[in-house]
């Protein structure tokens, strides 16, 4: 079956090169804690995007190491020590390369499905 | 350093999914779920907090001291289960670090070190029997020979040789230095020699000239010592010109001037370093037995066949002896360095051999069991070079803990391997390298292949696996 093993492939794909954009897009309104980003693209995906945790944390620790995040400790509104996690300059920069690449895709997706929009 | 960052890294990570699992309850207690239910929804939305620390994990990149530790462990605890693949496994390395020493003992022996003589295979040694000549008949006689073995066609240089290098025994004489400090007698390596012939034997004059066909019988008596004898009758001084006389009971007090120092080299073997030596013309020692000639030419048989043609016109009663090259010498003369080196070889690479098809074996019986495992992680998005690692980790434990106690098994056999060998001790670190890296290899080559297999694993295929 090398068609579902394909398929199965590139949706992993897909997904990790989405949630670095989602979570740089997310801290852009300031820094937040793990929990706080997969609330806030739940609700304003209006409850269509899901981060799992197994995707999230691997994603927020890998964005950390290439510096376009970082990290603090911190107290919540609940008097929870959290980790928060806020862009660099460099995020800033990459959000926006991610946000032209995005813009790019959704672009090329619309003329290809919507060919007599064009 | 690096552990503790670990542990530093390994607790906020803790703390950080502890966090999150804590706050999501919160939120739904303040939906008004009750806290126990509240917790159990957040820990079943987290999914397994442990898998999620592993991925993380792998997100920081780099194999850091924690993992070492883990793999170490499961290492130990393979070698444990498997107590005759790694008994053989470590008798290999023991082995193959023994035969590695003697071939590079034997490699050694034959190029690397400077010899007696340099060019071995270019000299050869020619003797007759007795001439049954005496006192000057003799003498003629040589000089005759000498002067047909330097006109033969090819030979580039001769001359007169008492005890050849690495032949059968030597003479020795004591002699004491006359100039000095009281008289210091050595015993020395005696050798007699013709004109010419250290620049024919290819040994370096240090100083002085080397003896001429006018170091006769009846002028002043001259010798030669070589660099040890040298340094030990006359240290810190220019021995040229100085004295050295035979201690000797029948020596009657003569005494020679040193009218050179040469380079040491080795006569009597090639285990043991250049003794003092001292060479005196031939023609000033007319009692000695002077032996045969040696010549230096590439073609050795022309030379052998110019020297049977002149024996037969000056003395044709006089038999040729078999005429030896320098080359077969030498191999004669470590011929059983040459033995133990070809068994161990031998040997050493059995087992080789035997352990690399044991840790292939193994490996591949350790893949199958795990294909689910590995296609599900190569699903899970696993780089290759991480499945690589999982697979060939196991062989590195087994090397970096048996490669150790290898070394150990060897050290406490180099006493006996260090009698065997020539010149080389068994704990030259350059033998080691070469043995472990030889072993390294044949390792990384037989668990390769079953890591290759395993990354090659089909998702699919795994997964129906169970």
């Known amino acids: 079956m090398p068609e579902k093993k394909e398929h199965y492939q590139n949706r992993i794909e897909l997904l990790q090169g989405t949630l670095d954009l989602l979570i740089l897009q997310t801290l852009q309104w300031g820094s937040q804690h793990g929990y706080g980003i997969s609330v806030a693209i739940r609700n304003r995906s209006g409850e269509i995007l899901q981060v799992d945790t197994g995707s999230l944390y691997p994603a927020l620790h890998r964005l950390e190491k290439q510096k376009w995040i970082k990290a603090e400790w911190k107290v ?23 946000r032209t690449k995005w813009s790019q895709l959704s672009d090329a997706m619309a003329g290809v499905l919507n060919p007599e929009q064009m | 350093m690096i552990f503790w960052r670990r542990k530093t890294r390994e607790a906020e990570l803790d703390e950080e999914l502890r966090a999150h699992l804590s706050m999501a ?16 929804a957040a820990r079943r939305e987290f ?26 462990r499961y290492g130990l605890r393979t070698l444990g289960k498997n107590p005759g693949f790694t008994a053989v496994a470590m008798l290999t390395l023991a082995l193959g670090i023994g035969s590695n020493t003697a071939v590079f003992s034997l490699i050694d022996a034959l190029l690397l070190r400077s010899l007696a003589v340099p060019a071995p295979r270019e000299l050869v040694h020619i003797s007759f029997g007795p001439p049954g000549t005496k006192g000057e008949a003799r003498l003629d006689l040589y000089r005759r020979m000498l002067e047909a073995l330097r006109h033969a066609p090819g030979v580039e240089a001769a001359s007169v040789i008492a005890v050849r290098p690495l032949g059968e ?6 002699a004491a230095p006359v100039e000095g400090n009281g008289p210091e007698t050595k015993h020395l390596f005696k050798n007699v020699v013709g004109p010419e012939y250290f620049a024919t034997a290819g040994t370096k004059v240090l100083a002085g000239r080397e003896f001429s066909q006018f170091d006769r019988f009846g002028r002043t008596p001259v010798c030669i010592l070589n660099q040890a004898a040298a340094s030990f009758f006359f240290p810190r001084q220019n021995a040229l010109g100085k004295h050295v006389r035979s201690t000797e009971r029948d020596a009657k007090g003569d005494s020679c001037e040193v009218l050179a120092v040469v380079a040491d080299a080795k006569y009597l073997s090639l285990r043991e370093p250049a003794s003092p030596s001292i060479y005196y013309p031939y023609e000033q020692v007319p009692n000695s037995n002077w032996g045969g000639f040696i010549t230096r030419s590439h073609d050795t048989s022309a030379a052998v066949a110019a020297f049977k043609k002149a024996l037969s016109r000056f003395a044709p009663d006089t038999p040729l002896l078999p005429p030896i090259t320098m080359q077969r010498q030498l191999e004669d003369s470590i011929g059983k360095e040459r033995l133990t080196a070809a068994l161990s070889l031998f040997f050493g690479g059995l087992a080789l051999l035997l352990t690399s098809i044991g840790l292939y074996g193994l490996e591949s019986q350790r893949v199958a069991r795990r294909t689910a495992e590995i296609g599900l992680r190569m699903a899970l998005g696993a780089q290759t070079k991480d499945m690589l690692w999982f697979v060939l980790r196991e062989a590195a434990v087994i090397f970096a803990i048996g490669v150790p106690i290898g070394l150990a098994l060897t050290f406490a056999a180099s006493h006996f391997i260090g009698a065997q060998l020539y010149e080389i001790s068994p704990l030259d670190p350059r033998i080691y390298f070469v043995a472990v890296m030889t072993l390294l290899g044949a390792g990384f080559l037989a668990s390769s292949i079953p890591a290759r297999r395993a990354m090659n694993v089909d998702p699919m295929v795994a997964l129906r696996y169970e």
């Open chain 1, 76 to 98: 919540s509104e609940n008097k929870q020590r959290a980790k928060y996690y806020q862009l660099t300059a460099a995020g800033k920069k990459q959000l926006s390369r991610e």
């Open chain 2, 25 to 40: 309850a919160q939120t739904r207690m303040e939906r008004g779920v009750d806290p126990e239910e509240a917790e159990r």
């Open chain 2, 47 to 72: 999914e397994n907090v442990g898998l999620v620390k592993e991925v993380t994990r792998d997100a920081w990149g780099g194999r850091w001291l924690g993992d070492l530790l883990d793999d170490a």
């Open chain 2, 169 to 174: 025994g030597g003479m020795d004489e004591s």
